[in-house]
Nanobody
């Protein structure tokens, strides 16, 4: 089992920044790829970003490239993954979820095994 706890969401004006954090622990948390997804009301959960266990490779949705940056710190059996979000837009409003241990395509929610509880991000215009 991997436990994921997100934090850092909130309300921000368009053009502002937020930094999300996700503390991952258990099993092989420090050796799993980690990812961020988001889900807006009445929409399907969508891929935002992912990072390999070493942090050597990162992946982004086209809609956030150049604005969001994913990074991670690994220590012992724990990892913390961050999502730095700059130049936020109202369309970025959603619940953001951290995910771990994918089997298959990083871009598909169904590929990920473990999920956090989510953190709300609201961007006002």
């Amino acid at each position: 089992q991997v436990q994921l706890v997100e934090s850092g969401g909130g309300l921000v004006q368009a053009g502002g920044s937020l930094r999300l954090s996700c503390a991952a622990s258990g099993r092989t948390a420090s050796r799993d790829p980690l990812g961020w997804f988001r889900q807006a009301p009445s929409k399907e959960r969508e891929f935002v970003a992912a990072i390999t266990w070493s942090g050597g490779s990162t992946f982004y949705a086209d809609s956030v490239k150049g604005r969001f940056t994913i990074s991670r710190d690994n220590a012992n059996a724990k990892s913390t993954v961050y999502l730095q979000m700059n130049n936020l837009k109202p369309d970025d409003t959603a619940v953001y979820y951290c995910a771990a241990d994918p089997e298959g395509s990083f871009y598909q929610p169904d590929a990920w095994t473990f999920w956090g509880q989510g953190t709300q991000v609201t961007v006002s215009s």
